[in-house]
């Protein structure tokens, strides 16, 4: 998990999400500024982690934070790195 988590593209994606909730790809890629298809690898490395789940609308698919406890795991790096 610490392995997933430990590269910056992923972290901003997640950053992201939560601020969000749900994502398309091309969102995301506009969020983190990085093309779709660096955005898609890595959330295709999220999803097989189980970290993020998918919906299918039409010709777009979107992305939302699956496992809760990553979240949680966020706020936490993030306070402590305020308090730093």
């Not at 939560?18 to 969020?31: F, K, P, T």
């Not at 890595?42 to 982690?49: M, T």
């Not at 010709?59 to 406890?69: A, K, P, S, T």
């Amino acid at each position: 998990m610490f392995k997933v988590l430990a590269n910056d593209t992923r972290l901003r994606l997640l950053h992201a999400l939560v601020r969000d909730e749900e994502l398309s790809v091309s969102q995301l890629a506009d969020a983190v500024d990085l093309r779709a298809q660096a955005v898609s690898n890595q959330l295709q490395r999220l999803v097989d982690k189980g970290i993020l789940a998918t919906r299918r609308d039409g010709n777009r698919i979107f992305y939302r934070i699956e496992d809760r406890c990553v979240v949680g795991l966020l706020d936490l790096a993030w306070c402590l790195s305020e308090s730093t």
